[in-house]
């Protein structure tokens, strides 16, 4: 059984005759009458009683054509729903995603469901290799990724890019100047932990230094450089820590002054302002939900490096869910007041381990 021959089948039906359903179907008489006799002999029963005068359905056509109208319809879904795969409004995305989401992650999703609202998103997290390894394997078909330059057997485009933030003691000379002491909001900050654990909460007491931090004059690693570096070990996230390492010795052309390793960014804030005096040091992270607040520490925002946020995807041309995603990227790629002003909340995982 073919589907033209139940295509011809209901033609002569709704059409009532040979000629108009031949008419109607763009094709000679002839054929429709063959295709329609070889459907009756594979069923084994008549579908019309003819006649010199008239053609009409039989019982057994009555009772058949709306199989074939549920047949026929169904075959038409099964085309536009291969269509819209094709074309990627349809479907499931597997997307690997940073801490969040925040306003970023946000806009994308948005203006996915606006460009194609039958594509479904499923988002995973995961820790950083084994994000990248999901989109080796084809286990996810992109990731989001932040402070990667290169990974092995992926290609990454960069999407965005956040400032990074240094907490340094508020006596120190670099702080001095609009260090947002002068600030007079005590709004709860949530901070997020700077070696990807759980996010902690209520650390902030007293002024909340993000709009000081984001309009004070942003300092420069070298002014930063004499200090120890409160950095998390290398293999707790190699994207980042080299990051950070590497624009240091490119600042100071020197290996950086390591202090006490990163834990959580918590109890890093709390070190730096207990030992603010007698043993200062400093360290650096990117904004996920407020920057946090501490008793006698400064944020401030850093002039360079910037944190950049790439798409990692399969090598090769990019398959239609993909396609979706990339378009959605490139209608969010305009930044925000809220984004352009630097108050815009870092979107994704939480910050790598300095």
Same mark, same amino acid.
């Given at each position: ?28 008489? =002839? ?7 070889? *459907?009756?002999?594979? *069923? ?35 085309? %536009? ?5 094709? =074309? ?14 925040? #306003? ?5 999703? #948005? ?5 194609? &609202? ?18 080796? =394997?084809?286990?996810? #078909?992109?990731?989001?990724?932040? $402070?990667?330059?290169? @990974? ?7 999407? /965005?890019? %956040? ?13 001095? $100047?609009? #260090? ?14 700077? %070696? ?12 909340? &230094? ?67 005096? %007698?043993?200062?040091? /400093? ?27 790439? *798409?990692?995807? &399969? ?12 378009? @959605? ?26």
């Amino acid at each position: 059984m073919e589907l033209r021959q139940l295509q011809y089948f209901a033609a002569v039906a709704e059409e009532g005759g040979f000629s108009r359903a031949a008419e109607r179907l763009g094709i000679v008489q =002839s054929a429709v009458s063959q295709q329609v006799r070889r *459907l009756e002999r594979e *069923l084994g029963v008549s579908l019309f009683d003819r006649s010199t005068r008239h053609v009409r359905l039989s019982g057994a056509g009555e009772r058949l054509l709306p199989e074939a109208h549920a047949v026929l319809a169904a075959a038409r879904r099964t085309r %536009d729903v291969a269509a819209a795969l094709a =074309s990627g409004t349809e479907g499931l995305l597997r997307l690997g995603t940073v801490q969040g989401p925040g #306003d970023r992650t946000y806009r994308l999703l #948005d203006a996915l469901r606006r460009t194609a &609202p039958q594509l479904r998103v499923r988002l995973r997290r995961l820790p950083l290799t084994e994000r990248l390894a999901a989109v080796r =394997s084809g286990e996810l #078909d992109a990731a989001l990724v932040r $402070a990667a330059r290169k @990974a092995r057997g992926v290609e990454l485009l960069p999407v /965005w890019s %956040d400032p990074l933030y240094v907490a340094l003691p508020a006596e120190h000379a670099a702080a001095a $100047a609009g #260090d947002g002491r002068e600030a007079a909001s005590g709004e709860r900050r949530e901070a997020v932990s700077g %070696d990807g654990r759980e996010a902690t909460s209520g650390l902030a007491v007293g002024p909340t &230094p993000g709009a000081a931090a984001a309009s004070a004059p942003p300092l420069r690693l070298e002014q930063l450089a004499h200090l120890p570096l409160r950095l998390a070990p290398r293999e707790h996230n190699p994207p980042f820590h080299d990051l950070v390492s590497g624009a240091l010795r490119a600042a100071t052309g020197a290996e950086p002054l390591l202090g006490p390793p990163f834990t959580t960014l918590q109890e890093t804030l709390t070190g730096i302002a207990e030992q603010s005096v %007698d043993s200062p040091s /400093w360290t650096v992270f990117y904004e996920v939900t407020g920057l946090p607040t501490v008793p006698h520490v400064t944020v401030r925002r850093l002039a360079a490096p910037a944190l950049t946020t790439s *798409l990692a995807t &399969p090598p090769g041309p990019p398959g239609p869910p993909l396609r979706q995603l990339l378009q @959605a990227l490139r209608e969010t790629a305009t930044p925000t007041p809220r984004d352009a002003a630097g108050s815009d909340r870092a979107n994704g995982e939480s910050p790598p381990p300095p």
